[in-house]
């Protein structure tokens, strides 16, 4: 694989595969730019030799071609506030030989299907906005799509960005000869995107703890009533498979023991939270939204005795900060550990997401990337790195 510090892109237009797939709130505003702020590495080094980059990115999950929820304008927007230079934005059907600014973003890829049907035509309309290609989308390096697996093979040059080379970098640190113990911490909202990385990381590791939406469909498993909380009957049978096969490896699975609920008015209004035991059931109506006091002391002494730690996916709807307090007390936890010498590595968005306010000094390396992150230390031959050569 090649990197970008190889080359100089004097006169060269990049075309940058970048994961600008933010969190957003109501109006649009970016709640953690991270993942863009990590990108500029990479951009500075194409702009500093003499290039111009062309930007392309997802957003959110669109449906049905154009959303305005969903267009680049406030990444945009951000975009030339930090480099205090105009950045435009146009569609990926325009013609590249009218725009000759150093940045240019296109439109969200999800708006085309060709995007995530890996299509040949889509690809080659992209491909005329580049002379060559950097992959800088660590998150989104386990998907197939036609801007991560289909572009680069139209491309002579193509590197690994700067950021894809650090995180990979920080991920192999865990691949090589883990220290045990190993605990996988998962949580985050359905278990069904989770099931395959932990079903290829049970191997590697010495403890499974399970949080948030994640941990649902597992206590419903073991026959706790879960109310109205998100559970995936669907997915029972892989639940199984895994409590199985954790007996027979012997891999202790750490569940919560208490949770926090709210019952959902008539009016769409949540109740006042409340923390019920597992053991006691939660009844219908109410959802559990984040794990209890207990069962952060639980997580705590697991993790702190941990010498490896791999975190995806926070421990309730973090995103509301009455339902924040697991994911925290699990990087408070993570902290001591590091401080202890273990080695971590934390990834996702909404993970990364949640502890950007927090003043937690150090808890090891925050990954740009959460499934992605997972599936790579599972296998590390993730199709966009693949693509890379
Ligand atoms: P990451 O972005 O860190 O990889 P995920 O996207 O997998 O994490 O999961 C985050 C989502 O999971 C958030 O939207 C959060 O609200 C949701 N979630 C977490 N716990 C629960 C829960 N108990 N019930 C419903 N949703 C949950
Ligand atoms: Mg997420």
Same mark, same amino acid.
């Given at each position: 694989?090649?990197?970008?510090?190889?080359?100089?892109?004097?006169?060269?237009?990049?075309?940058?595969?970048?994961?600008?797939?933010?969190?957003?709130?109501?109006?649009?505003?970016?709640?953690?730019?991270?993942?863009?702020?990590?990108?500029?590495?990479?951009?500075?080094?194409?702009?500093?030799?003499?290039?111009?980059?062309?930007?392309?990115?997802?957003?959110?999950?669109?449906?049905?071609?154009?959303?305005?929820?969903?267009?680049?304008?406030?990444?945009?927007?951000?975009?030339?506030?930090?480099?205090?230079?105009?950045?435009?934005?146009?569609?990926?059907?325009?013609?590249?030989?009218?725009?000759?600014?150093?940045?240019?973003?296109?439109?969200?890829?999800?708006?085309?299907?060709?995007?995530?049907?890996?299509?040949?035509?889509?690809?080659?309309?992209?491909?005329?906005?580049?002379?060559?290609?950097?992959?800088?989308?660590?998150?989104?390096?386990?998907?197939?799509?036609?801007?991560?697996?289909?572009?680069?093979?139209?491309?002579?040059?193509?590197?690994?960005?700067?950021?894809?080379?650090?995180?990979?970098?920080?991920?192999?640190?865990?691949?090589?000869?883990?220290?045990?113990?190993?605990?996988?911490?998962?949580?985050? %909202?359905?278990? +069904?995107?989770?099931?395959?990385?932990?079903?290829?990381?049970?191997?590697?590791?010495?403890? !499974? =703890?399970? #949080? @948030?939406?994640?941990?649902?469909?597992?206590?419903?498993?073991?026959?706790?009533?879960?109310?109205?909380?998100?559970?995936?009957?669907?997915?029972?049978?892989?639940?199984?498979?895994?409590?199985?096969?954790?007996?027979?490896?012997?891999?202790?699975?750490?569940?919560?023991?208490?949770?926090?609920?709210?019952?959902?008015?008539?009016?769409?209004?949540?109740?006042?939270?409340?923390?019920?035991?597992?053991?006691?059931?939660?009844?219908?109506?109410?959802?559990?939204?984040?794990?209890?006091?207990?069962?952060?002391?639980?997580?705590?002494?697991?993790?702190?005795?941990?010498?490896?730690?791999?975190?995806?996916?926070?421990?309730?709807?973090?995103?509301?900060?009455?339902?924040?307090? %697991?994911?925290? +007390?699990?990087?408070?936890?993570?902290?001591?550990?590091?401080?202890?010498?273990?080695?971590? !590595? =934390?990834? #996702? @968005?909404?993970?990364?997401?949640?502890?950007?306010?927090?003043?937690?000094?150090?808890?090891?390396?925050?990954?740009?990337?959460?499934?992605?992150?997972?599936?790579?230390?599972?296998?590390?031959?993730?199709?966009?790195?693949?693509?890379?050569?």
């Amino acid at each position: 694989m090649q990197y970008i510090s190889d080359f100089n892109f004097k006169d060269k237009r990049a075309i940058i595969r970048v994961d600008y797939n933010v969190p957003l709130d109501r109006e649009q505003r970016i709640i953690d730019p991270k993942k863009i702020d990590s990108t500029f590495f990479t951009i500075n080094k194409i702009i500093e030799d003499g290039g111009r980059v062309v930007l392309i990115s997802h957003l959110g999950r669109p449906k049905n071609g154009y959303e305005e929820e969903f267009s680049m304008k406030p990444i945009r927007e951000y975009l030339e506030k930090a480099f205090n230079e105009e950045v435009k934005m146009t569609a990926v059907s325009d013609n590249p030989a009218l725009y000759a600014d150093k940045i240019v973003i296109l439109e969200n890829l999800r708006f085309y299907i060709g995007e995530e049907k890996a299509d040949l035509a889509f690809a080659k309309e992209l491909a005329k906005w580049g002379d060559v290609y950097i992959n800088d989308a660590f998150a989104t390096a386990h998907r197939k799509h036609a801007s991560t697996v289909v572009l680069p093979t139209l491309f002579k040059e193509k590197f690994a960005g700067s950021l894809m080379q650090k995180e990979i970098e920080n991920a192999n640190k865990i691949l090589h000869s883990p220290k045990s113990p190993f605990v996988l911490i998962v949580g985050g %909202g359905k278990i +069904s995107d989770k099931i395959k990385p932990i079903n290829k990381l049970l191997p590697l590791i010495d403890t !499974l =703890i399970l #949080g @948030g939406g994640a941990a649902n469909t597992f206590l419903k498993a073991m026959d706790v009533e879960m109310g109205d909380s998100l559970v995936q009957d669907d997915q029972m049978d892989h639940i199984y498979h895994i409590l199985d096969y954790a007996k027979f490896k012997k891999i202790k699975i750490v569940l919560p023991i208490d949770l926090v609920v709210v019952k959902k008015n008539n009016d769409g209004e949540f109740s006042w939270p409340e923390v019920v035991d597992v053991d006691d059931d939660i009844d219908e109506g109410y959802m559990a939204l984040d794990i209890g006091p207990k069962t952060q002391e639980k997580f705590a002494s697991v993790i702190e005795s941990a010498k490896t730690i791999l975190w995806s996916g926070p421990m309730g709807v973090s995103e509301n900060e009455f339902f924040r307090m %697991g994911t925290l +007390s699990v990087a408070k936890s993570i902290e001591k550990a590091v401080h202890n010498g273990a080695f971590s !590595l =934390i990834g #996702g @968005g909404d993970t990364a997401a949640a502890l950007a306010e927090e003043n937690i000094a150090n808890f090891g390396f925050v990954s740009t990337g959460g499934s992605a992150l997972l599936e790579y230390i599972a296998d590390q031959k993730l199709p966009a790195l693949v693509a890379l050569g």
